[in-house]
């Protein structure tokens, strides 16, 4: 699998919740390759909303996203987002700007509650490092 997202932003998101513990390389990878899964899927049921509603625009109603932020408040990036979401769904979708800034955002949170997580399991390991095991032990634990 080809992965969309870039990894220097998803080194930034789990180095502001690592605090102190360094990250490895393959974390960022292995994080960056399940937000681009969750994303994926997010598209998938926000496509079947549209469809549902007789649309072929992904709008941010889609991800059940209420309020959109600024997309300068996100760490990561919307175009890669974008190609995130059009992975899985058809080419005869759009999505618009404020489903792509919604989708960030949505998954930026995701990054940081696994990020947040994977440096409690590395504390826990007596480790100075947050490696892409702490990535993985989060989702064989708690997905």
């Known amino acids: 699998m080809n992965v969309e997202l870039p990894f220097a932003p998803v080194d930034t998101i789990i180095r502001r919740n690592a605090g102190d513990l360094r990250v490895s390389a393959d974390a960022s990878a292995e994080l960056a390759a399940r937000i681009q899964d969750r994303g994926s899927d997010l598209a998938i049921d926000a496509a079947d909303r549209a469809t549902a509603d007789g649309r072929k625009t992904l709008m941010a109603s889609d991800f059940e996203v209420e309020t959109v932020v600024e997309k300068d408040e996100l760490e ?7 190609r995130i979401a059009r992975l899985e769904i058809d080419d005869r979708y759009r999505v618009s700007m404020d489903a792509r800034v919604a989708l960030a955002d949505i998954l930026e949170d995701y990054a940081d509650n696994v990020a947040g997580a994977s440096a409690i399991l590395a504390r826990h390991a007596d480790r100075r490092t947050i490696i892409d095991d702490d990535i993985e032990t989060y989702f064989s634990l708690f997905e």
Not at 76 to 82: E, I, K, S, W
């Open 76 to 82: 990561l990036p919307v175009a890669p987002v974008d």
